[in-house]
């Protein structure tokens, strides 16, 4: 952070965050936002922009920013709602550098006015949120590869490295536990280092009383990575009623995204032309799966939006006649073909995807999921679910289907 200094060391973040909170407020949230402000806005067109920006959205975007980096709880929807919430401006990378600069003067000056120090470890965890704001504006992708040396995560290694990255994405290749893969992770790195911004490996020392899943996840929340990649294990019946599988409790304790690669699943040819993803549209709530998918879209892939109206013999309504039954069928079919709609819109304005075949169809949602999945030869399933409750589709395509991927997004 330019023109930065760290005046001390210690030896974690969180209390160096807290007292550096302590030292914005007594200065004054309003004096530093002006501070920041007045510095940002010395470009002319951004000045421009700030125009019609009431100093009390400045305010509530400065505290947000620092709420946010302060918990660590920097993530790309995080970010994504400061911008849209506090900064409506279409900003460009170049803005953001602007910004990240802004920012370096106006903690210089709080802390030089209030003679405090400021750790390296701060101006670290504030630089992650910045990265995480360029990612954000530059459409790049941040993603967290998990492998051990068992080669269950060698077929997601592989979708990730030859179906996803490109030349803006970042990756961590991730290996905890008792044996870290660490030749695993290096010939991984190397693989990859062509195909992305930024790879880089980490091996994860075991914690005792730590699981492998909160291993992953302490790691990916620190690095803000978007989306957890994990290979698929074949449990036993028992492990799958118990729900003891990584990728579960990664969901579940997290609020990453999570991409779940099955060792039969069939992967594209490096050189065959776009991915083909279904979507389940299943209601208004769709929307975080859509939105987290047009990240990773290119003008090649295709996407099928799909909307599966439950049949009348399985509905819970009661039907006193056949008339009265015809026409709830049909409130839900039109229901279902306004979903489908939103998903198309939703696609096309936040992504280059120009094939998008939308489907509302008429049967059992876990049966014509899979069907039409076969059918439309899609790869990968994508959901959207409750942050940390595994719905019932998720759990019946992670346990019960191996022939595609599923990526679910809360």
Not at 67 to 83: D, H, P
Request: proline residues 4%; aromatic residues 6%; glycine residues 6%.
């Amino acid at each position: 952070m330019g023109g930065l200094q760290s005046k001390k060391d210690e030896t974690t973040v969180l209390p160096q965050l807290q007292e550096s909170w302590k030292v914005i407020s007594a200065f004054g949230i309003d004096q530093a936002a002006q501070v920041f402000y007045d510095e940002f806005c010395k470009d002319a067109e951004i000045a421009s922009k700030f125009a019609g920006v009431k100093m009390e959205a400045q305010r509530k975007m400065l505290m947000t920013f620092i709420a946010a980096t302060l918990t660590g709880k920097i993530s790309a929807l995080t970010v994504r709602r400061i911008v849209e919430l506090h900064l409506p401006l279409n900003l460009t990378a170049e803005h953001i550098k602007q910004f990240k600069a802004a920012w370096a003067v106006m903690l210089q000056t709080v802390f030089d006015k209030s003679d405090a120090e400021l750790p390296d470890e701060v101006i670290s965890q504030w630089n992650d949120g910045f990265d995480v704001l360029q990612r954000f504006v530059t459409h790049a992708g941040y993603i967290l590869v998990a492998v051990q040396d068992d080669g269950s995560a060698d077929k997601a290694v592989q979708y990730v490295q030859e179906r996803l990255l490109r030349s803006i994405d970042s990756v961590w290749v991730y290996s905890g536990g008792p044996t870290p893969a660490a030749d695993k992770v290096t010939d991984i790195v190397q693989n990859m280092t062509e195909k992305a911004a930024f790879v880089k490996g980490h091996l994860q020392p075991e914690v005792s009383g730590q699981s492998p899943a909160q291993g992953i996840i302490d790691f990916a929340t620190r690095v803000g990575a978007d989306v957890v990649a994990l290979g698929a294990h074949n449990h036993t019946t028992l492990q799958k009623l118990m729900g003891s599988s990584t990728s579960r409790h990664v969901f579940e304790d997290s609020d990453r995204s999570l991409l779940v690669v099955h060792p039969q699943a069939t992967i594209p040819p490096q050189d065959s032309i776009g991915n083909r993803y279904l979507v389940c549209v299943s209601n208004e709530n769709s929307q975080p799966g859509l939105i987290g998918l047009t990240k990773w879209l290119t003008s090649n892939d295709t996407v099928v939006p799909l909307h599966v109206i439950p049949r009348p013999q399985d509905a819970e309504e009661l039907f006193f006649d056949n008339e009265t039954k015809q026409e709830a069928q049909t409130s839900k079919r039109h229901g279902g073909e306004a979903l489908v709609q939103m998903a198309f819109n939703t696609l096309t304005k936040g992504s280059p995807v120009t094939q998008i075949e939308g489907l509302v169809v008429e049967g059992v949602l876990k049966t014509e999921v899979v069907r039409v999945a076969k059918e439309k030869q899609v790869h990968t399933v994508v959901i959207s679910a409750t942050r940390g409750k595994m719905n019932a589709l998720a759990t019946h395509l992670l346990d019960h289907t191996n022939s595609f991927n599923v990526w679910i997004f809360q």
